[in-house]
Every structure is written in structure tokens, then in C-alpha cells.
């Protein structure tokens, strides 16, 4: 059974690993590769491995993940309070596809209402502003989400993606419990002032990626093809030149997962985990093989010495590609 973490410092504890659930819906893989029963099947086992934080939002689908979620818990028959969900909102909408960044009071209070029926339930534990909306203060947006938790709709909240300036804006609203973003061996750049600036303030981190999109697990090199709908397709690390480039990381990755009988995934994962206990990994998964893996982390130490090492390989300027090709880029805010 997994320990529990506290993120932040407002009484919020989760499973020290979360389970993401977009996969299970979309950007990884061919669509005919996603099956409900397995997924189901691997939130079932999430739970009962005490991995009981469950990372969701509107956008996956959109909406079909959320309702993924709510037939999973209804058919495990789970208390409500045994999990803690966490969702996201911050889109705008037309005919079910993504129409702009839309963080309004108004959209909020729309939102949550859409997710607490999508989710069949009377409560969210971890609510978060998916994306910083720039037409819209931070202030406007954090104060209607602090209606929220008043209204006990939401219990904690969260943002994602956020710089620095935002967040302790946000902060000087509402106490801001988590921040969500894409940290990993190979991303590193929440280090010279996000993280730091989280600890100042006590907000956890929420590493979403921290396998690298898959790429730290060793099973992607430059020859692997992906499904024309995988979103890696437009991430410029995942070019087959950069791939080739960063194969020295995983190969080192890989030779400490041998000296100690384990998998380069859980390397990665475990490097995470050592990075503070504020720290909280949501690798993705849709089958219970790879859950069951991940998990497996959170038993495999490294030494001062493997972590140095490691640090050292995957640093800004070691890795080839950047994260984000200009418009997906454009959406964070640093």
C-alpha cells in the first residue's frame, strides 16, 4: 500500500503516486487501443493498491473522461471519501471541441456544476485552473473559485501551469493547495523558481509527465511510429532526431534500473519521488501491467550519488528538443 503526502499546507493528504486518467480517453495511442473495461479495471486496482488519487478534467474528451470516472467508482462501489479527485476546467467549448481559454467567474461557476454532474458526485477535493486565461486577472478567477469552496462544491484548489507572479497572486486570494505541471528527469525548468517559490509559499507540486511522455521508460527510441493521433506527433523532443539525441539519458536511466533489478520507469519515477516530499507524481496509464509497475516506485531508493548522477544527465541543456512546439507553448504561463 502506497503512504499518504501532504500537499500543501492546508490539510490536503493524497497517495504518495497518482494514477492520470487522459490517456484513458485521449492523446496517447490509437483510439481502438483504449478499452473501459481495462481502465476500469485499472482504477480498481489503483484503489486497492492505496493509489487513491485520481487526475482528471473537463477537457479530456472532452467530458467523457469525468464520466469514465464516475462509472469506475459507481461499479467499484468505493466510499466517496476513500478517493480524492481532482479536476480541471479553464476551456470554452463549441460542438465538443476546445473553442479558447476561458477562465471567468462565470465560466467557473458553469464549470464546476458540469463536473459535479459528469462526476456524480456532491464534491471535488482539488479543483484547478487548467490554464492561465490572460484576458481575465487571477484575482476574478481564484475569488470565484473561493465561492466554491464556501459553497462546499470544492474542497482544495489548485492551479496549472502557472508562472511564478500568477501564483502568489492566486495565493493572496485563496490559499492555493497544489500546482499542477509537467515535471520529470528530462523537464526541469519549474527548479531556478517555481518550485522555490511553491515551498515559500507552501503549495504542493503535482508532476504530471514524470515519465517524460513515455520516453524515459526505454521502450521509445528514434525508429518508434506512433499512431497519427498521438499528440507526441507534434512535440518537438519527440522529433526522431531528438529522440535519438536524448537516448543517452534513458541508457543511463537504464543502467541504474539494472544494478537494482528494477525498470528504468521506476527509476524515473523514484527520482520524482526523492525530489521532496511535497513532491506528488500522476503517471498515466490504461493498463493494469503499467499501474502496477509505477506503483512499484515507490519502494526503490537512490543514493545521494545516483540522484546527483542522474540530475546531471537529464539538466537544462543536456536534453534535446524543447517541450512544446509555439502553440502549446503559448498556453503556459512562464
Known amino acids: 500500500?502506497?503512504?499518504?503526502?501532504?500537499?500543501?499546507?492546508?490539510?490536503l493528504n493524497v497517495s504518495s503516486i497518482g494514477l492520470g486518467l487522459m490517456g484513458m480517453s485521449q492523446s496517447y495511442g490509437a483510439p481502438e487501443e483504449r478499452d473501459e473495461?481495462?481502465?476500469?479495471?485499472?482504477?480498481?486496482?489503483?484503489?486497492?493498491?492505496?493509489?487513491?488519487?485520481?487526475?482528471?478534467?473537463?477537457?479530456?474528451?472532452?467530458?467523457?473522461?469525468?464520466?469514465?470516472?464516475?462509472?469506475?467508482?459507481?461499479e467499484i462501489g468505493v466510499a466517496r471519501e476513500s478517493v480524492t479527485i481532482a479536476t480541471k476546467f479553464g476551456f470554452r467549448f463549441e460542438n465538443g471541441t476546445i473553442a479558447g481559454i476561458d477562465s471567468s467567474p462565470a465560466n467557473v461557476r458553469k464549470a464546476v456544476e458540469g463536473s459535479l454532474r459528469r462526476l456524480n458526485t456532491d464534491y471535488i477535493d482539488l479543483y484547478y485552473q487548467h490554464r492561465v486565461d490572460k484576458a481575465v486577472p487571477i484575482e476574478?478567477?481564484?475569488?470565484?473559485?473561493?465561492?466554491?469552496?464556501?459553497?462546499?462544491?470544492?474542497?482544495?484548489?489548485?492551479?496549472?501551469?502557472?508562472?511564478?507572479?500568477?501564483?502568489?497572486?492566486?495565493?493572496?486570494?485563496?490559499?492555493?493547495?497544489?500546482?499542477?505541471?509537467?515535471?520529470?528527469?528530462?523537464?526541469?525548468?519549474?527548479?531556478?523558481?517555481?518550485?522555490?517559490?511553491?515551498?515559500?509559499?507552501?503549495?504542493?507540486l503535482v508532476?504530471?509527465?514524470?515519465?517524460?511522455?513515455?520516453?524515459?521508460?526505454?521502450?521509445?527510441?528514434?525508429s518508434t511510429t506512433f499512431d497519427s493521433t498521438d499528440f507526441r506527433n507534434t512535440v518537438p523532443r519527440f522529433t526522431p532526431e531528438n529522440r535519438k539525441a536524448n537516448l543517452s539519458l534513458v541508457g543511463l536511466v537504464k543502467e541504474v534500473a539494472d544494478r537494482k533489478k528494477v525498470t528504468p520507469a521506476q527509476?524515473?519515477?523514484?527520482?520524482?519521488?526523492?525530489?521532496?516530499?511535497?513532491?506528488?507524481?500522476?503517471?498515466?496509464?490504461?493498463?493494469?501491467?503499467?499501474?502496477?509497475?509505477?506503483?512499484?516506485?515507490?519502494?526503490?531508493?537512490?543514493?545521494?550519488?545516483?540522484?546527483?548522477?542522474?540530475?546531471?544527465?537529464?539538466?537544462?541543456?543536456?536534453?534535446?528538443?524543447?517541450?512544446?512546439?509555439?502553440?502549446?507553448?503559448?498556453?503556459?504561463?512562464?
Request: charged letters at 25%; hydrophobic letters at 40%.
Open 37 to 74: 473495461r481495462e481502465s476500469i479495471a485499472t482504477i480498481r486496482r489503483a484503489i486497492e493498491l492505496g493509489c487513491t488519487f485520481l487526475d482528471t478534467a473537463e477537457v479530456y474528451g472532452p467530458y467523457v473522461n469525468e464520466e469514465l470516472l464516475a462509472r469506475a467508482l459507481k
Open 1 to 11: 500500500m502506497l503512504t499518504k503526502r501532504s500537499l500543501g499546507t492546508q490539510g
Open 267 to 334: 527509476i524515473a519515477l523514484a527520482w520524482v519521488l526523492n525530489k521532496g516530499q511535497d513532491i506528488v507524481p500522476i503517471p498515466g496509464t490504461k493498463r493494469r501491467k503499467y499501474l502496477e509497475e509505477n506503483l512499484g516506485a515507490s519502494v526503490v531508493s537512490l543514493t545521494k550519488e545516483e540522484m546527483a548522477m542522474l540530475d546531471e544527465a537529464g539538466a537544462p541543456g543536456k536534453v534535446s528538443g524543447v517541450r512544446y512546439g509555439p502553440v502549446q507553448q503559448a498556453t503556459i504561463d512562464r
Open 140 to 204: 476574478d478567477t481564484v475569488g470565484a473559485m473561493a465561492d466554491l469552496v464556501r459553497e462546499g462544491k470544492v474542497r482544495y484548489l489548485g492551479l496549472s501551469e502557472a508562472g511564478e507572479q500568477t501564483i502568489r497572486r492566486a495565493h493572496a486570494v485563496h490559499p492555493i493547495t497544489a500546482l499542477q505541471s509537467e515535471y520529470s528527469l528530462w523537464e526541469r525548468n519549474l527548479e531556478p523558481d517555481i518550485i522555490p517559490a511553491l515551498r515559500d509559499l507552501g503549495i504542493g
Open 207 to 222: 508532476a504530471f509527465s514524470p515519465l517524460g511522455k513515455g520516453f524515459l521508460t526505454g521502450k521509445i527510441d528514434e
